[in-house]
């Protein structure tokens, strides 16, 4: 890909040519004009001729594929950095693999005065012993110094004895056992210790490093999902100072709190949040056993309230949130995972619509972040709401199949109903695709492949549709109809990949075969069949503005 020129900022204007433009305005565009950060036109190699001498730059995208950037729609942009650049245990393969990895990163970390050691992405499940480490075996590879280890879910975490002695009254909270993974709200007081420990430079640092990430594999906005409960209002406003003055990916932050009145609304207001959304946790996650199911995890047999998880919000507590943030003009929003969790919020938000009128509350886009367990009721109450399902296909890739998580927690049966995208689609109910960063890595392409090729057949959507809800699915989700297309007037925000042949890949194919008529007038994209290679990004811009360069481009 060469330029005439050097590549200037957003005031200038800029012709691509010469390439695959993926756009609905011109499903055989191959050129596009970018002027002061917006598309101005997008057409044919001909009748880029005209403008080629009236522009400060001409690049010549020498066969590669131009299409909007993605948008993450749900990522905890700190934790994120701070997993790239710190321990990581996502790759350890036994409990003896994941404790050396531990000693080996204290050990490259002296610290006078024992400073707090993070690390991230440990699962209990894939190891051979099928347990998390014991506190003595933590104490015993950190040293005696402080230690957070969050599960992958991030909805539990091991720590060592020292982390515990810097929160007085620990093992009275909720969530604590003596020899177990923290939850509940001894686990976010944990996690509260450890993350102040942090200096406001290290945030930093791990911010851009999540932002780098993100601009590398062609993301240009991030939906930032914080909260109390999750990390601080001076990691949450410095997150947003950080990327209103630095290049990169853009950032709409969402905040967590439960909110019943207007002061409430007004504080997250100022905050500079879009929403009290995110995740405002209505139960735990699957894989810690938190989820809130209407029938016991089958991997439980033992007695305990925690065989059908916890409900952290009922329907009422979820309809003054709903009312609040309505009558605000602000977002709400809930993570919900289990039946009995995702029922709660379509019974809460229903009766705020009783309340309000129904018109209103659709109006404002609500939210429900990962939505995984849904009846039939429920996944019709979404619709009728107009709730948007915010959802991770990588927790399918991750978790799905006959072998996996999901069926040990679940049962087979139970297992198979999860992350149904195709039937929410077919009931009208808008999807935007995230990763939920740290818990899956960011990855927009594996993302798509992993919604077209899930592993429970009935829920595959076409890679189009896939796309859809990964690039204009997340703007819709803060309202903005008029962003996610490369179309004259949206925001100038794309991404240039290197690519082999591209296609139309569809679950039906009859489908496939009528889309890739060229009557149908279906633009292409890369073929994400499992196994071949994912595209390259060679250049992110976000409005209009280069955020990332590839390698020898």
Known sequence: ????????????????????????????????????????????????????????EVMDLEGALVTPAFTDAHVHTTATGLALTGLDLSGARSLPEALALVRAHREARPATGGGVLLGHGWDSDSWPERRPPTRAELDDAAGGRPLYLPRVDVHSAVVTTALLDLVPGVTGL???????????????AVRAAAHRALSPGQRAEAQRAARRRAASLGIGTLHECAGPDISDEDDFTALLALAAAEPGPRIHGYWAEHISDAKGALRVRELGAKGAAGDLFVDGSLGSHT??????????????????????????AIEAHVVACTEAGLQAGFHAIGDAATAAVAAGVRAAAERLGIARVRAARHRVEHAEMLTPATLAAFADLGLTASVQPAFDAAWGGPDGMYARRLGD??????????????????????????????????????????????????????????????????????????????????????????????????????STDPRSGTPGLPDLTPGRPLPQALRTVVSGQTVFVGPNE
């Open 1 to 56: 890909m060469t330029s005439h020129t050097t590549p200037g900022d957003s005031d200038r204007t800029v012709l691509l040519r010469g390439g695959e433009v993926h756009s609905p305005a011109d499903p055989f565009a191959t050129a596009m004009v970018v002027e002061r950060g917006h598309i101005a036109w997008v057409g044919s190699e001909g009748a880029a001729d005209s403008f080629a001498e009236g522009v400060d």
């Open 174 to 188: 909720p969530g604590y056992r003596q020899d177990a993974p923290l939850t509940d709200v001894a686990h976010h």
């Open 291 to 316: 989820a809130a199911l209407c029938a016991p995890y089958a991997d439980r047999a033992d007695a305990g309230a925690d065989r059908t998880g916890t409900l952290h919000l009922d329907a009422a």
């Open 413 to 514: 049966g139970r297992a198979a109903t999860l992350n149904p995208y195709a039937a929410l689609l077919r009931a009208g109910v808008p999807l935007a695709f995230g990763s939920d960063a740290p818990v899956t890595p960011l990855d927009p392409w594996g993302t798509v492949r992993a919604a077209a090729f899930h592993r429970t057949p009935a829920h595959r959507i076409s890679v189009r549709a896939a796309f859809t809800a990964h690039t204009r699915g997340g703007w819709r989700a803060i309202g903005r109809d008029d962003a996610g297309t490369l179309v004259p007037g949206a925001p100038a925000d794309y991404a240039v990949w290197r690519t082999e042949e591209l296609v139309v890949q569809a679950p039906d194919d009859r489908v496939a075969r009528w």
